[in-house]
């Protein structure tokens, strides 16, 4: 009897998971296939094609995948490669705390290109992945200005704090700060813009909106100061980037595939103003499938007319770790860390560039979105990347920002930053 078996059944996300098949015979070929619908009734699908070991078994942690959605050994290829049924959709995990995603394991025989209601599987079983732990909690934050949601981990704390911020298509996404808290980490997921009472639309990056973010979170009694680390991607990293040139809070700041330079919105903090960079919307490509290709829209920083448009990251005295996706397709940012680390003090910063990566690194739970629908761009945009180098990417870049944080936010007692 054919069997198939995934450990543990109930895991984090982000976390490894052994799925195994017994009961075939020796050198049989079967398709491996996962899906999951996510909450707006979208389903994902990877498959692989295996062929049995002469003990009937398939383990996709030991044996290659011969074809299908990857190829090669990897452990965790259903779940990394899974693609939409319909084109320009993002896997992301929207009722974090709530419900765990739910993917179907199933093996068919032979090569099962496309499954049909009439195709029945030899063998199924299905794996919940979460993105909070047992015990995490999330309290919605609407204090003051300051909108978002704060993850606690279980116990008194006090815990490393982090505020995580995603990109410019705004509202509130919560997946990473989930994941980060089942790490240990106290995290407050922050909108800035498009969401509850906050502005629809960015019209400018009104620092001390993230400074008010930050003295909130450190009051919290479960966070333990007197620093904070920020996460950013995107704009969100550019934010990041500010934050921790000018907030004396910020002593550790990840940013992924970002800018050096304000772009699109000025920056305002107190009496200082930096003029944003205008986008260069005439230079947007048409790709052969209708999306986006931005990565012309953003002017070239290094023409002195702009250079009053930088952030100043010779005044940041935390540590900064530099995230890259060299196949990044939305804005050159291998270039903007580049820019920013050499106006820096080599003690201070450490990059980390993937060759075939995207612009969306995100936890390893993720399968790579090379293009999606975006709130607010009449046109789905182009973020780039390979699958297979942008998994890779993804898990070592995971381990690394976590390191990170822990490291220099465990070790922040006395690091200030001026501004």
């Not at 309290?139 to 006090?158: D, Q, S, Y």
């Not at 550790?252 to 050096?260: D, F, L, M, S, Y």
């Amino acid at each position: 009897m054919v069997e198939v078996t995934v450990t543990p059944k109930s895991s984090l996300a982000d976390r490894l998971a052994q799925i195994r098949v017994r009961g075939l015979s020796p050198s049989q070929l079967v398709t491996l296939r996962a899906s999951l619908t996510d909450e707006q009734g979208e389903r994902f699908q990877s498959r692989a094609f295996f062929r049995a070991d002469a003990a009937g078994e398939v383990d996709p942690g030991l044996h290659a995948a011969l074809g299908g959605s990857y190829t090669g050994v990897w452990p965790m290829g259903l779940f990394w490669f899974l693609r939409p049924d319909t084109l320009f959709r993002r896997l992301v995990k929207r009722n974090v705390a709530g419900s765990p995603f739910l993917v179907r394991l199933e093996v068919f025989d032979g090569i099962c290109l496309l499954t049909r209601p009439q195709d029945q599987p030899l063998a199924s079983c299905e794996a919940e992945r979460w993105y909070v732990g047992p015990g995490v909690q999330r309290v919605p934050i609407r204090e003051g200005r300051v909108r978002g949601a704060l993850f606690l981990p279980p116990g008194p704390g006090p815990f490393l704090g982090v505020i995580d911020l995603f990109g410019g298509a705004g509202g509130l996404i919560e997946f990473r700060a989930g994941l980060l808290a089942s790490r240990g980490f106290a995290v407050l997921a922050l909108a800035f813009f498009a969401y509850d009472d906050l502005p629809r639309t960015l019209l400018q990056i009104d620092l001390e909106y993230f400074e008010e973010a930050a003295k909130l979170l450190l009051q919290h009694p479960k966070v333990r100061g007197p620093g904070l680390g920020v996460v950013g991607v995107s704009k969100g990293a550019e934010v990041a980037l500010a934050m921790a040139t000018f907030l004396p809070q910020v002593v550790a700041t990840v940013w992924i595939n970002g800018t050096a330079f304000l772009y699109g919105n000025p920056l305002v903090y107190k009496d200082l103003h930096i003029p944003p960079i205008p986008y260069l919307t005439e230079s947007v490509v048409l790709t052969e499938v209708g999306a986006l290709d931005n990565l012309g829209v953003f002017t070239d920083p290094r023409d002195p007319a702009y250079s009053a448009s930088a952030i100043p990251t010779e005044k940041i005295r935390g540590k900064v770790l530099f995230v890259v996706g060299e196949a990044d397709r939305n804005l050159n940012s291998k270039l903007f860390a580049e820019l920013a680390m050499a106006r820096m003090s080599p003690a201070s910063c450490r990059l980390l560039s993937y060759p075939g990566a995207g612009h969306l690194i995100e936890p390893p739970c993720s399968p790579l979105c090379s293009m999606s629908s975006m709130r607010g761009s009449p046109l789905p945009v182009l973020w780039g990347g390979e699958a297979q180098a942008h998994a890779k990417a993804q898990e070592h870049s995971w381990q690394e920002i976590i390191q990170f944080l822990e490291l220099h936010l465990g070790h922040c007692g006395g690091v200030t930053n001026q501004g």
